[in-house]
């Protein structure tokens, strides 16, 4: 795509949010679907900045809850116990960038969760999909060790490779940020789950847990399924390894119903702008991404696993 397209096609989505925003619907879903269940959502690196706007508006839209917080009262049936628009914000991976997220964390009182890979933490290693564009849908689909041959062919990258600059927040930005930072469990290296061998699967998700348990001196209670890919092995071996709650990234919201090891959440794009943020918050983009789903499946267009 060159960069003319690529440009218009972000005019284009810029767009398409104010005017989804402009409808009222998201205001509409927010009131008829937020107010008693929890909203969860996904970041990864966003810039400082563009974090304080968000901080912002869902601070007025929302209340900031901590995930440990909202788990234990949809564990227990006991929503009620929640403040109403209860919100949980969730990092993905532990990326160097999110030290200097920790001024606005304190600034906002907001209480945050972030997912560590517990191999790549504290080390000059970097994360296998740092050394791409973006991950590739055949990518996805090649077993475990394929995709490592792939990835150290086609771009150098080997996972127990110490590289000049590193990835992720170091053990002593952990520290400094434990006030107001929820650290949990996203694996050992961020594999896909589903395309690894039952022996590695069962590592990544179960020694995650008890090393950073040892490292940080308190329970993980919470693991996030890398790149949101998992299937029934991931969940028999999550709760196995006694995690009480795993989290997808199915949009959807936290209810007392719900499967607590296939908990749902919005992905934010770290680039997205308030707008945008409001629409996918909301759930009216997660819901019109499903609808179009089941259309592509009925009319024979698209497979149903998509």
């Given at each position: ?33 937020q107010?008693r269940?929890?909203?969860l ?26 995930l ?25 991976d532990?990326h ?16 945050v969760?972030i997912f ?8 000059q ?24 041959e ?5 771009a ?25 930072v ?17 022996e ?41 390894a006694?995690?009480p ?6 949009p ?6 719900g ?36 259309l ?10 998509w």
């Amino acid at each position: 795509m060159s960069l003319t397209s690529t440009t218009l096609r972000s005019m284009m989505m810029r767009a398409l949010f104010r005017l989804l925003r402009l409808s009222l619907v998201p205001a509409l879903f927010r009131r008829l679907f937020q107010r008693r269940r929890v909203t969860l959502l996904l970041y990864h690196d966003p810039k400082a900045g563009l974090f304080e706007h968000h901080l912002k508006w869902l601070k007025k839209q929302y209340t900031i809850v901590p995930l440990k917080e909202a788990v234990e009262a949809v564990l227990q049936h006991q929503l009620q116990r929640l403040p109403d628009y209860p919100l949980v914000i969730t990092f993905d991976d532990g990326h160097r960038g999110n030290r200097a997220l920790l001024p606005l964390l304190e600034r906002y009182a907001a209480p945050v969760t972030i997912f560590l890979c517990s191999e790549i933490v504290g080390t000059q290693r970097h994360f296998w999909f740092s050394h791409l564009p973006q991950i590739s849908t055949d990518l996805k689909r090649l077993s475990d060790q394929e995709r490592l041959e792939h990835l150290k062919v086609q771009a150098g990258f080997e996972e127990t490779r110490d590289y000049d600059q590193r990835d992720a927040l170091t053990w002593r930005e952990v520290a400094e940020m434990e006030r107001w930072v929820d650290f949990q469990s996203h694996t050992l290296r961020h594999p896909i789950l589903p395309n690894c061998t039952d022996e590695r699967a069962k590592r990544e998700i179960m020694e995650a847990k008890t090393q950073l348990e040892t490292r940080l001196n308190t329970p993980i209670y919470a693991l996030s399924y890398p790149n949101g890919d998992y299937g029934h092995r991931e969940v028999r071996l999550a709760e196995e390894a006694g995690y009480p709650c795993a989290i997808t990234v199915e949009p959807g919201y936290l209810h007392a119903d719900g499967d607590p090891l296939r908990m749902p959440r919005m992905v934010i794009r770290d680039r997205a702008g308030v707008d945008e943020l409001a629409v996918k918050c909301s759930g009216v983009w997660g819901f019109a991404k499903q609808a179009v789903k089941g259309l592509l499946v009925r009319l024979g267009l698209q497979r149903g696993e998509w």
